[in-house]
């Protein structure tokens, strides 16, 4: 059996620190993460720049994290490690083996290029944001749990006694990019199911905007739909009820203590979160199942930059596989 990690087995001694790197599909945050009380020092975010490709995103990630080394030595800190978390299948050996959201980062010398200020780890975003609570946050008492996270995309990682489950090739996260079913299309083609299309925040802002919408975050479908837009409305409805149905998918098939939501959407109370909740407990299997907690990450949004970091101070997120 795996022991638990706790904050008092990650601490170092004063004065070391560690940077994480939390790569999204729409921005990259970069914090300074104090090695003894495992706090966020500070923290700064710059738009994932796409369109100039994976070379680009690398360069403008790679300006931050030099910016923030010279933080942590203004702020007297040594730099003992960097986490890197990126929103691409990371396989067992840290490598990056998928370039679905950041173009080519599974060819690029990332960790090369990111790992010069002080040794690299690379990790899943999913797996370093559940690593974070299950360390700091509302996974604490919680033996074994599904983390959900809900934003840009959607992912999750199960955790058992604190350490993310990975997979045989780290591959254990693919929720939202997978084909949950064909259905029929116009003429006689077929039209693939895929969550992340219906009911993650790009998603509700792609298909708001294609139907005639205005908007450019998920927060404005969802104020639109709150403020009595119809379109709005049955969108938000449509991708809360799909995501439900997934919730209730991974607890039938993983029967966890609890489920922890992130990311932008799961991290928020809003009208699109309780249909997802109300949906999903409608779709679980059994009474005994249907009452367990559906709880927000205590870290918020920090998450991810705050796991990145526990990854570099630890040189990786202690795992099962």
């Avoid at 004063?14 to 729409?26: E, H, L, P, R, W």
């Avoid at 945050?29 to 020092?41: F, M, P, Q, R």
């Avoid at 009452?291 to 927000?296: C, V």
Wanted: charged share 20%; aromatic share 4%; proline share 3%.
């Amino acid at each position: 059996m795996f022991a638990s990690v706790t904050p008092g087995r990650i601490g170092r001694r004063d004065g070391d620190a560690a940077i994480g790197v939390d790569v999204g599909g729409t921005k990259v945050a970069v914090g300074l993460i104090d090695a003894a009380s495992l706090s966020l020092l500070t923290r700064t975010t710059i738009a994932t720049r796409r369109d100039h490709g994976g070379e680009g995103v690398l360069r403008d990630t790679d300006t931050q994290l030099k910016k923030m080394a010279d933080e942590a030595t203004r702020r007297g800190r040594r730099v003992v490690g960097v986490g890197l978390a990126v929103p691409e299948i990371v396989d067992l050996e840290g490598r990056i083996t998928s370039g679905a959201v950041i173009p080519h980062w599974d060819e690029l010398p990332v960790a090369e290029t990111l790992g010069k200020i002080a040794p690299l780890r690379v990790e899943a975003d999913v797996r370093a944001a559940a690593f974070a609570e299950a360390v700091l946050g509302a996974g604490r008492r919680l033996t074994y749990y599904v983390y959900l996270t809900v934003g840009t995309g959607i992912s999750y990682s199960a955790v058992y006694k604190g350490r993310p489950v990975a997979g045989a090739h780290g591959g254990a996260l693919n929720i939202g990019s997978s084909v949950l079913a064909d259905l029929p299309a116009s003429g006689s083609g077929t039209q693939h199911l895929v969550l992340e299309r219906i009911a993650s925040g790009h998603a509700l802002v792609e298909r708001y905007v294609a139907s005639g919408g205005t908007a450019r975050r998920a927060e404005d479908v969802l104020a639109a739909a709150r403020h009595g837009d119809p379109l709005a409305a049955s969108i938000v409805d449509e991708g809360a009820r799909t995501l439900g149905n997934a919730m209730a998918l991974l607890v039938n098939l993983l029967d966890p203590e609890a489920l922890i939501a992130g990311g932008g959407l799961g991290s928020a109370d809003t009208t699109f979160w309780s249909t997802a909740v109300a949906c999903a407990r409608c779709r679980m299997y059994s009474d005994t199942v249907r009452s367990l907690p559906i709880l927000h990450a205590q870290l918020g949004a920090d998450a991810g930059v705050i796991g990145a970091g526990l990854v570099g101070l630890l040189g990786g997120v202690p795992r099962k596989t």
